[in-house]
């Protein structure tokens, strides 16, 4: 049975004993094996968001929930991530930065199609950009290790992938965006 504050209990207990994404990697997969569980304690997903659940400078857990269709251009976090579906699907391009480009282009790389009761590490220097290609809400529990609304990242421009810096307000009105266009 998910609860949201055993749930951060278990998340920082595990980050006390290992720094690295491993302890909180099975953390969050034991959750997400549940999904109905997750749903009830957190609500069934009514439109996209991002939901603080835990906030500090060492770890935040976020309930993202990706309206249909959505795509958020590639990203880095600069920290490591853990995300687990508990709802829909969530696909992933990987991608990789073009050596000795000035302008800080990627390329892709690799691709990862997540589903309900899968939870995946991201280590510390990936770029990914994410869809929800499904008609439907998808539901995620996204843990990070380090403060997610401060740290400084990168974004890249979906048309020209050329680095520029990240900006979080930007990212999340693109939600509110996704809901209007969904309805």
Same mark, same amino acid.
């Given at each position: 049975?998910?609860?949201?504050?055993?749930?951060?209990?278990?998340?920082?207990?595990?980050?006390?004993?290992?720094?690295?994404?491993?302890?909180?990697?099975?953390?969050?997969?034991?959750?997400?094996? %549940?999904?109905?569980?997750?749903?009830?304690?957190?609500?069934?997903?009514?439109?996209?968001?991002?939901?603080?659940?835990?906030?500090?400078?060492?770890?935040?857990?976020?309930?993202?929930?990706?309206?249909?269709?959505?795509?958020?251009?590639?990203?880095?976090?600069?920290?490591?991530?853990?995300?687990?579906?508990?709802?829909?699907?969530?696909?992933?391009?990987?991608?990789?930065?073009?050596?000795?480009?000035?302008?800080?282009?990627? %390329?892709?790389?690799?691709?990862?199609?997540?589903?309900?009761?899968?939870?995946?590490?991201?280590?510390?220097?990936?770029?990914?950009?994410?869809?929800?290609?499904?008609?439907?809400?998808?539901?995620?529990?996204?843990?990070?290790?380090?403060?997610?609304?401060?740290?400084?990242?990168?974004?890249?421009?979906?048309?020209?992938?050329?680095?520029?810096?990240?900006?979080?307000?930007?990212?999340?009105?693109?939600? %509110?965006?996704?809901?209007?266009?969904?309805?």
């Amino acid at each position: 049975m998910f609860d949201r504050d055993q749930f951060i209990a278990d998340c920082r207990a595990a980050l006390a004993q290992d720094p690295t994404h491993k302890g909180v990697n099975e953390v969050v997969a034991r959750a997400v094996s %549940e999904p109905a569980s997750v749903v009830r304690a957190l609500g069934e997903p009514r439109q996209g968001a991002v939901q603080r659940i835990y906030h500090a400078p060492d770890l935040t857990i976020l309930n993202v929930i990706w309206p249909p269709y959505m795509t958020v251009m590639p990203h880095n976090h600069n920290m490591w991530a853990v995300i687990g579906i508990y709802g829909g699907r969530e696909d992933n391009i990987f991608w990789r930065r073009l050596p000795g480009d000035a302008a800080g282009k990627v %390329e892709a790389a690799g691709a990862r199609a997540m589903c309900d009761r899968d939870a995946v590490p991201l280590g510390p220097d990936i770029v990914h950009s994410v869809t929800n290609p499904i008609p439907k809400l998808t539901g995620a529990i996204h843990v990070y290790g380090g403060d997610f609304f401060g740290a400084q990242r990168s974004e890249w421009d979906p048309e020209t992938l050329t680095e520029q810096p990240y900006n979080v307000e930007r990212n999340l009105k693109r939600f %509110e965006e996704a809901n209007a266009f969904a309805q």
